[in-house]
């Protein structure tokens, strides 16, 4: 049983429907639209034939499902016939996805107690309350978001396994983060400290700059978040912008060594933290205005997912200078 499934509190089950279509976003921004559309093996769907499913899922059944429920007693629903495929780009399949959901999650924001525990008749599942078909909704869209990172898997796109809420265990989680100091070493080594203050391209980031990045989030952002989820009874976090973030301050002057090094010395605290924890610490919740209900284990396997990010930024980045040099 996830999390999710064993909650009781509506609020956390509205915050996981509401940021779903965030989540949908980031997980198929980056396929190209051969990708999107490419089937991960034979008979399984491609990404967007996910994506066209939760549109179906929430604009034909949910939305109007719920109206019925609020507007009639007890409603009996036929069975939905399955219409041709959508033939829409993705990008609109994704507007009509968050188009809907919002709809559902407004009429569900507005509901009292007994709004809550109003019923419908499915053909599939019987009696259902709004609170059951919400909850429902919910498991749905996991198993929806979990189907698109495997096959961004398949494609060999980067894992975004929060966005999927798929946590890694305490164990792998510690090893993956133990190694990116090191790792970021070698791919900066024998850099002078102009070249890694150039930025590959106009408006993107330096090596220095992603170095300070780094630092920055594990010792302001990462760690402190992860310790209010152990301490603090559902812990509500701002949604963060890392490019607002980066132009309040300027990062390409400074030691990237020094930068580094101060990494490392967060990072060996954040490892220390995740070593410590007691048992079912990984399940305790917080809720972030990006991710929605975040379980402790989720948020650090979010860490390991952006140290890959970078990572591949900074090889980029040398990439590039190398590039330049000829």
């Known amino acids: 049983m996830t999390p999710l499934a064993s909650m009781t509190d509506r609020a956390i089950v509205v915050a996981s429907l509401r940021a779903t279509p965030g989540l949908l976003r ?11 559309t490419t089937p991960p093996a034979p008979g399984q769907w491609s990404i967007a034939e996910v994506v066209r499913h939760l549109v179906e899922g929430d604009r034909d059944t949910f939305v109007p499902r719920l109206l019925r429920i609020v507007a009639e007693t007890r409603p009996s629903f036929d069975t939905r016939r399955r219409e041709a495929g959508d033939a829409s780009d993705l990008a609109t399949r994704l507007e009509v996805f968050a188009k809907a959901r ?3 999650v407004e009429l569900l924001g ?10 419908g008749v499915s053909p599939s599942r019987g009696a259902l309350t709004i609170e059951s078909y919400a909850r429902t909704m ?40 133990r190694t990116t100091p090191a790792r970021v070493g070698e791919i900066a080594w024998g ?5 890694l203050r150039q930025r590959p391209r106009e408006g993107e980031w330096s090596m220095k ?15 402190p978040r992860l310790r209010r989820i152990l301490e603090e009874e559902r812990p509500q ?7 607002v973030w980066a132009r309040s301050r300027d990062h390409r002057e400074g030691s990237f060594e020094r930068d580094l090094e101060e990494f490392a010395a967060a990072r060996a605290r954040t490892l220390a933290f995740l070593a410590a924890l007691p048992d079912g610490a990984v399940a305790r919740l917080g809720l972030s205005g990006y991710f929605g209900p975040v379980t402790l284990a989720q948020y650090a396997t979010h860490v390991v997912d952006h140290d890959l990010e970078h990572l591949g930024q900074l090889r980029d980045c040398r990439a590039a200078l190398a590039g330049g040099a000829g």
């Open 191 to 195: 850099l002078s400290a102009e070249q």
């Open 138 to 177: 919910a498991a749905h869209d996991t198993e929806h978001l979990q189907q698109i990172h495997a096959a961004r898997q398949a494609l060999s796109l980067p894992p975004k396994r929060c966005e999927a809420r798929l946590p890694l265990a305490v164990g792998p989680l510690v090893a993956e983060l």
């Open 209 to 223: 700059e992603v170095m300070a990045h780094l630092r920055d989030l594990e010792r302001d952002l990462f760690l």
């Open 26 to 36: 980031h997980l198929t921004a980056d396929a190209t639209p051969a990708q999107a």
């Open 102 to 104: 919002g709809q559902a």
């Open 110 to 119: 507005g509901l009292d107690d007994a709004g809550w525990r109003r019923e």
């Open 237 to 243: 976090f701002e949604s963060f912008d890392p490019d």
